[in-house]
């Protein structure tokens, strides 16, 4: 079963930092993408930051680009995002989500809430 559980999420003031985890099992962890959504209140699931199975490439979106950064270790079965200089607006539920390189097979992780505070 491919199951993927985030956690490191918490209250944080502005400023502040946070590192989420997402640790992976049931699946062959090194031939999954792994990336990070973000939901907040009233909007849509929107991408934060995607890394590819062998770390050559990653992606963030402009709203957290030189203050989030994507890794993962693959012999750990785990991937970060390691948040840093918060702002209010980063405030979300944040979700991890694996999909297979051959795109056959994705779980999402329950989600982990990240609070901000001004």
């Known amino acids: 079963q491919v199951q993927v559980v985030e956690s490191g999420g918490g209250l944080v003031q502005a400023g502040g930092s946070l590192r989420l985890s997402c640790v992976a099992s049931g699946f062959t962890f090194s031939s999954y993408h792994m990336s990070w959504y973000r939901q907040a209140p009233g909007k849509e699931r929107e991408l934060v930051a995607r890394i590819t199975s062998t770390s050559t490439r990653t992606e963030y979106a402009d709203s957290v680009k030189d203050r989030f950064t994507i890794s993962r270790d693959n012999r750990k079965n785990t991937a970060y995002l390691q948040m840093n200089s918060l702002k209010p607006e980063d405030t979300a539920v944040y979700h991890c989500?694996?999909?297979?390189?051959?795109?056959?097979?994705?779980?999402w992780g329950q989600g982990t809430q990240v609070t901000v505070s001004s």
């Open positions: 989500y694996a999909e297979s390189i051959s795109l056959s097979s994705s779980a």
